[in-house]
Each structure stands twice: as structure tokens, then as C-alpha cells.
């Protein structure tokens, strides 16, 4: 049985009154916003603020060559390898803790949403025990802190 010319007539009048209204009123609003996207929402960090922290002996293109926790008192610089994300437009320390005592703060600005930067110490034979260096943010919140024992080689 084929549709009365009647049904066709309301069928297409149906779609012409559709095509009048998107065409006054534009499309949904949830067409217009896959199509014309919010800049402020896609500048928005998608990562929440992260530090990945480590020793090493030493760095090569801008990476850190090994990851260490026990060193011997026959290596003579250790380094602290920091990568950064989410701190952009901050200052973080690192600081340098032997016995209890600060034996040296680092300051770096970080100037990008991942921002790696490391800092090292040159250590005498004699510092031997555990090292710290904190992570700091320039407003006190230690966000980081790693720990290393300098010992000697027959220990």
C-alpha cells in the first residue's frame, strides 16, 4: 500500500517548517559547541601538577643517565633530576639536607607546563650518611623529597 498524497504533502511541509526554524535559530546548541569549541576550555592544564624526582650520577640530553639510592663515597658528584609538570610561572628549590643542616638551596624559575631541571653536589669523602634534597615551592610546600646514603666503598 503506498502513502495517500495527503501524507506525503504534511511529510514534506513537516521538514520545510524543520529546515525554516534550523535556519532561523541555527542548529542545537550542543551542534554549535562540537563545531565552535570554547578557546578558554582548551587552554585549561589537562594535567594536574606532578614531580618525578631522582638521584643520579649524571645527565645527558637533559635526562638523567641512571637512578640511584646507595652510593659510595668514591663517587664525587651526585644530581638531583627533577621533572616538573603543571608549575609553570613558579619557583621551586631544591635543598640539600645532610645531619639535619641545609647544605645548599638551588632556586629554578620554571618557565613551561614540563619543566625539567636538576641540580647537583659535589661531596667530600668524609659526608658520609644519608642526603635529602626537598622539592620547594617559593611559598614553603615541600612538593618532593628524595633521599640517597653516601657510604663508604666496604660498607
Not at 76 to 88: A, P, Q, V
Not at 100 to 128: M, N, Q, Y
Request: proline share 7%.
Amino acid at each position: 500500500m503506498s502513502p495517500s498524497p495527503r501524507h506525503s504533502v504534511d511529510g514534506f511541509r513537516c521538514a520545510l517548517v524543520l529546515f525554516a526554524i534550523l535556519a532561523a535559530f541555527g542548529p542545537p546548541a550542543s551542534v554549535r559547541a562540537q563545531q565552535d569549541p570554547d578557546p578558554a576550555v582548551e587552554s585549561e592544564p589537562t594535567e594536574l601538577p606532578s614531580v618525578i624526582a631522582q638521584f643520579t650520577t649524571g645527565i645527558e640530553n637533559r635526562e638523567p643517565v641512571d637512578q640511584v639510592t646507595f652510593v659510595s663515597n668514591d663517587v664525587k658528584t651526585i644530581y638531583l633530576y627533577s621533572d616538573l609538570r603543571g608549575f609553570e610561572g613558579q619557583t621551586v628549590t631544591h635543598r640539600w639536607l645532610h645531619g639535619g643542616e641545609t647544605r645548599a638551596e638551588i632556586s629554578f624559575e620554571v618557565r613551561g607546563p614540563r619543566w625539567r631541571v636538576w641540580s647537583s653536589k659535589d661531596l667530600l669523602a668524609d659526608w658520609i650518611g644519608d642526603w635529602t634534597v626537598e622539592i620547594v615551592r617559593d611559598d614553603g610546600e615541600v612538593i618532593a623529597a628524595e633521599t640517597f646514603t653516601y657510604s663508604a666503598p666496604d660498607a
